[in-house]
């Protein structure tokens, strides 16, 4: 089973980033996906969820408006596109899978806003 994220970098106040998290050795279809992020001294926190058949569940107040949550069951891939990005959306961000008897994270990417 593997979570393979993609995407983060350096970005300025009001950019955009679009993470990718690749999926691999499992169902991806039978999973619900998530985003998680960590910032430093601070606990992770979900940012958005999605179903298996693709609907949207969850945004984190802080986010909605400004964050997209999509997967591609073609590409066992899920997405997390990124706007007008705040620094305080600096932080390690990480894709879960969930069914009822497993759970699967990545390793994360970190993503940092500063002009």
């Known amino acids: 089973v593997r979570l393979v994220e993609s995407g983060g970098g350096l970005v300025q106040p009001g950019g955009s980033l679009r ?4 999926a691999s050795g499992f169902t ?10 960590q910032a430093p001294g601070k606990e992770r926190e979900l940012v958005a969820a999605i179903t298996r058949v693709g609907v949207v569940t969850y ?4 986010v909605k408006g ?4 999509s997967k591609d069951d073609a590409k066992n891939t899920l997405y997390l596109q990124m706007t007008n990005l705040k620094p305080e959306d600096t932080a390690v961000y990480s894709c879960n899978a969930v069914d009822r008897w497993y759970e699967f994270w990545g390793q994360g990417t970190q993503v940092t806003v500063s002009s």
């Not at 991806?28 to 992020?37: D, V």
């Open 19 to 22: 993470l990718s998290c690749a």
């Open 28 to 37: 991806f279809t039978s999973y619900e996906m998530n985003w998680y992020r």
């Open 59 to 62: 945004y984190l107040d802080s």
């Open 66 to 69: 400004r964050f997209t949550i």
